[in-house]
């Protein structure tokens, strides 16, 4: 009987998390934005059609691998090597000034904490959340403006990657430091050891599969291996290093990266992504969403924390263009394209909410501020360019008038 509940509740996911994703599309709106509204529809809250259980948790737990290891495969090293230097200083301070943000917002709505304390961890949390960028929107709207291959849009894509490898870092730390049995040394020698793993192992594991690669170029055994390579890399991470397993499934995809079927084991991932476990995911969000306990407190800190992540982004990101040698307008196209968060923002709390960092009535605050920058920016992105491109013309007009008149 339980086998048939089960086959319900996964059917009424799939076409709920699709359905209100269309009509996000439609809106334009990220599609996960619809899948969480679906979660928050058919979950306890309103309809009360599914439950969160231990199965759907596991679910959405590979759910969240496979995402990660997608993100992974679609890095781009080449791009990530050339504009590396800039794009690692706007990245490092995209990280820091939202951490350092969320943190003191936290302590502010509920006092300040001591050092290694509880409160002290979840407000750090809050920071970590803060640091994730998903530039999908961003990208999409440069496109749109014929602005993707430029220098700004260049330095986004490039610092929003390290944005996430190194907050996927210091999301690492975070939930090492948090377990009371880990002294700081330990954490960071398991941290450090595990990416010397990873790169003995990776390189290896590299020759391996381009070896694949070419003695039976674009077959299915190759993503078949490459997703073994994936959950196993994850067991090892949080098996044997305490290293979140979205740490262990994101490295296995930078490893993959350069073979040449890299696009193919993604585009395979994204299949199962596409049609059940990103579903899953993120419909497990809205399932766990508590706004049973939306206090006008909890509202006030949802508002709160919206306003300090997209902030601390612009200040953050600008700020370090600036002084990279970016003009006003270009450091501050930057700062804008690098405030949208998205599905790594989603996956960071998700794992907050696993090892008890973060009540989920607070997953409020993050789906608000993912739907308030996803709009936001691709309109503020355009006022920008727009104000550029009449000011341009306005300077070309007055300068054929001066030839004009001196012609004469």
Not at 45 to 51: A, Q, S, W
Not at 99 to 114: E, K, Q, V
Not at 125 to 147: D, H, W, Y
Request: aromatic share 10%; hydrophobic share 50%; glycine share 10%.
């Amino acid at each position: 009987m339980e086998t048939y509940g089960i086959l319900k509740d996964l059917a009424i996911i799939v076409i709920a998390a699709k359905f209100c994703g269309l009509l996000a599309r439609k809106c334009k709106a990220p599609q996960v934005v619809g899948e969480i509204v679906a979660g928050l529809l058919i979950g306890p809250c309103l309809l009360g059609l599914v439950e969160q259980t231990a199965f759907i948790s596991q679910m959405a737990e590979v759910g969240v691998v496979l995402l990660m290891f997608e993100a992974g495969l679609e890095t781009d090293l080449k791009e990530l090597v050339k504009t590396g230097p800039v794009a690692f200083l706007i990245a490092c301070c995209g990280v820091f000034i939202p951490l350092i943000g969320g943190t003191f917002l936290y302590m502010g709505f509920y006092g300040m904490a001591p050092w290694g304390s509880e409160g002290f961890y979840r407000a750090v949390f809050i920071g970590v959340i803060m640091t994730a960028t998903s530039v999908s929107i961003t990208v999409q709207s440069l496109r749109e403006l014929g602005k993707l291959r430029g220098r700004v849009g260049t330095t986004i894509l490039s610092a929003a990657i390290i944005d996430d490898v190194i907050g996927i870092v210091v999301l690492t730390f975070v939930i090492g430091f948090k377990n009371p049995d880990n002294k700081p040394m330990k954490v960071v020698l398991s941290t450090i050891l595990f990416f010397v793993f990873a790169i003995i192992v990776g390189f290896i594991s590299y020759k391996i599969f381009k070896w694949m690669d070419n003695k039976y170029p674009h077959t299915r055994r190759i993503p078949i291996a490459g997703l073994a390579y994936c959950l196993a890399l994850s067991y090892i991470a949080e098996k044997y290093f305490g290293i979140a397993d979205i740490t262990g499934a994101y490295v296995a995809g930078i490893i993959l990266c350069s073979i040449k079927d890299s696009d193919y084991i993604a585009r395979k991932m994204d299949v199962n992504s596409y049609m059940l476990f990103g579903p899953i995911f993120f419909a497990s969000i809205g399932l766990k969403t508590n706004i049973t306990g939306l206090t006008g407190e909890i509202m006030l800190f949802s508002l709160g924390f919206v306003a300090v992540a997209l902030i601390c982004k612009i200040v953050g990101c600008g700020l370090m263009a600036k002084i990279c040698k970016f003009n006003v307008s270009d450091s501050l196209k930057i700062g804008i394209g690098m405030m949208t968060r998205g599905e790594v923002a989603l996956i960071v709390s998700q794992k907050g909410l696993s090892v008890g960092m973060m009540d989920d009535v607070y997953f409020t605050a993050v789906i608000l501020l993912i739907i308030v920058s996803s709009i936001a920016t691709p309109i503020l992105l355009k006022l920008i360019y727009a104000r550029e491109d009449r000011g341009d013309a306005a300077r070309d007009n007055k300068a054929f008038l001066y030839k004009s008149e001196k012609d004469e």
